[in-house]
């Protein structure tokens, strides 16, 4: 088991590029969440899928797409990368709501100058 | 939405000692509690949770305690060691979201 994956793990853009992020688990887990990790914020809930075809907004889903169109991956996509999304992001997955622990990936770190 | 704080942002305490860090939630229908530990560079780890029908759970030097009425919650560590050193974020689940607070920097001195 890879457990959580995620692609790229660094990435640079310019303002206004897009990029997507990948999100693969193989645990078979019902659940995925991004998130995004600044210095001193925590972690901010972006987008989360409480199962293959569904998407729900989080606490900051401003400037950020997601899909869920199988159930192992979870996208989230920049349509137009600025400054301000310069941070660390994160994926997670859990089984059910019943299992409780949540299973990160490495994080991807994206600098948008 | 869920609101978590968390206190302190950071603690220094020497190796040997106890630390405590505590956590308040503004959703009373909020009903699980975990604890994250983070080390510098590597992704949050799941040390201990705590569901709303326990008032207390151990495991070796770690426990949480809840307390649903004020809506608090807190991490002891007991005997602390260097390796201990990290930041630990408490965390809330309201329905299908778990919120984060913004974590306690805790450093161990030897």
């Known amino acids: 088991n890879a457990g959580v994956t995620q692609t790229p793990k660094f990435r640079v853009l310019k303002t206004g590029q897009s990029m997507t992020l990948l999100c693969a688990q193989d645990?078979?887990?019902?659940?995925m969440y991004w998130y995004r990790q600044d210095p001193g914020m925590g972690l901010r809930l972006i987008h989360y899928s409480v199962g293959e075809g569904t998407t729900a907004k989080g606490e900051v889903p401003d400037g950020y797409n997601v899909s869920r169109l199988k159930k192992q991956n979870f996208l989230l996509g920049l349509e137009s990368a600025a400054p301000s999304q310069t941070s660390v992001y994160f994926c997670a997955s859990v089984l059910s709501l019943g299992d409780g622990e949540l299973f990160f990936g490495e994080g991807s770190r994206l600098t948008v100058l | 939405g869920e609101n978590v704080e968390q206190h302190p942002s950071t603690l220094s305490v020497q190796e040997g000692d106890s630390a405590v860090i505590k956590c308040t939630y503004s959703?009373?229908?909020?009903?699980?509690f975990p604890w994250y530990k983070q080390e510098l560079g590597k992704r949050p780890q799941l040390i201990i949770d705590?569901?709303?029908?326990?008032g207390e759970k151990k495991d070796q030097r770690i426990a949480v305690t809840l307390n649903k009425t004020a809506k608090h919650f807190s991490l002891h560590i007991t005997e602390t060691q260097p390796e201990d050193s990290a930041v630990y974020f408490c965390a809330a689940r309201t329905g299908y979201a778990l919120n984060f607070g913004k974590g306690t920097s805790l450093l161990v001195t030897p």
């Open positions: 645990m078979n887990h019902e659940y």
């Open positions: 705590i569901r709303s029908n326990v």
């Open positions: 959703d009373s229908a909020s009903n699980y």
